[in-house]
């Protein structure tokens, strides 16, 4: 299935770049980042093998920019995320048992990204940008547990700006072979996860130690 939908993503991404640039990648993030299955490791290493091309963007009539491509996906990933949220927050999670599967997203996916932000609670919208499965459904999970918009938007804007721009950095690099983006990504799949828990871990601890009730003022 998941062969299928690159399949027909790739063509879609051709022309859609090929029509409108810019406005093609803001797009196509924010379909992604609303719980619908069109995997950024295409949307984004795609426009940067355009920008290692030195291709030129439809809009502006001049080469491909990374740094223009990062605010655009950054952007692209807070509106989908702020769509998906409420999305969340108005239909809850009996709308992801009853229609999920059709999303591709599965069950044991939501459940981990709903133990995940259950343990760890607000910075959950950050790291969850760098953690397969969870990435695709947080935003809906925050919105059914009514996280604060405000705090929601900064964590999730944060935690877009490094996958951004390491998927749009992988696809200068791979170039022509930018498609291959999503098994090169996978050997760190487990290390990301690894790495993220650990960084939340070492958040949390710092938040107890510098909210801690019984501390003199003075020492803080």
């Known amino acids: 299935m998941l062969g299928f939908i690159d399949t027909a993503i790739i063509?879609?991404?051709h022309s859609l770049y090929a029509a409108v640039g810019y406005l093609g990648v803001f797009f196509a993030m924010v379909v992604e980042s609303t719980l619908l299955p069109?995997?950024?490791e295409l949307i984004l290493p795609f426009a940067g093998f355009l920008i290692s091309d030195h291709s030129i963007e439809p809009?502006?009539?001049?080469e491909w920019n990374f740094w223009v491509v990062v605010i655009v996906g950054v952007a692209a990933n807070t509106t989908g995320s702020l769509f998906g949220y409420a999305l969340g927050a108005k239909l809850g999670r009996p709308f992801l048992d009853r229609w999920g599967r059709y999303l591709l997203v599965r069950k044991h996916e939501v459940d981990k990204a709903e133990e995940f932000f259950a343990r760890w609670g607000s910075p959950?919208?950050?790291?969850s940008r760098l953690l397969p499965g969870v990435r695709s459904v947080i935003s809906f999970i925050a919105g059914i547990?009514?996280?604060?918009?405000?705090?929601?938007?900064?964590?999730?804007?944060l935690g877009?700006?490094?996958?951004?721009i390491a998927l749009v950095y992988a696809g200068t690099v791979l170039g022509s072979n930018w498609t291959q983006i999503r098994d090169a990504f996978k050997p760190f799949d487990n290390?990301?996860?690894?790495?993220?828990v650990a960084a939340v871990a070492v958040f949390v601890i710092w938040r107890i130690v510098h909210n801690d009730p019984d501390q003199d003022p003075a020492e803080a």
Do not use: K, Q
């Open 38 to 40: 069109l995997p950024s």
């Open 191 to 196: 290390l990301i996860l690894v790495a993220c």
């Open 160 to 164: 877009a700006i490094p996958w951004t």
């Open 124 to 127: 959950t919208a950050f790291f």
């Open 145 to 157: 547990s009514h996280m604060p918009i405000g705090r929601f938007t900064v964590y999730s804007t």
């Open 59 to 62: 809009l502006t009539h001049g």
């Open 11 to 13: 063509p879609f991404l």
